[in-house]
């Protein structure tokens, strides 16, 4: 079952609940029972969704970006 998150309007509380996606966009309860909080886009299907996206051009694109670590020397990458 997908995760969602979700912020409190009331206590400002981030969480996060297990419900079927088709419940996704309905209101939860917060921990400290305000019935306040709505969806948030979730950071981690964000990023994930990110880095999917960005994962394949990465290594010839940011070469310059990501080198300055492990890739300062010899690497093959430049
Ligand atoms: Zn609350």
């Given amino acids: 079952m997908p995760r ?5 309007h009331t206590c400002d509380t981030v ?4 419900r079927p996606m088709s419940r996704s966009s309905e209101s939860a309860t917060c ?3 305000h019935e306040e909080a709505r ?3 979730s950071v981690f299907a964000t990023a994930g969704r990110a880095t999917a996206s960005a994962g394949n051009p990465a290594p010839a694109a940011g ?3 990501w080198g300055g670590g492990g890739c300062g020397g010899g690497c093959a990458c430049h």
Avoid: I, M
């Fill in 63 to 65: 070469g310059g970006g």
């Fill in 31 to 33: 921990p400290d029972g």
């Fill in 39 to 41: 969806r948030v886009l």
């Fill in 4 to 8: 969602y998150e979700y912020r409190c």
């Fill in 15 to 18: 969480f996060t609940e297990q």
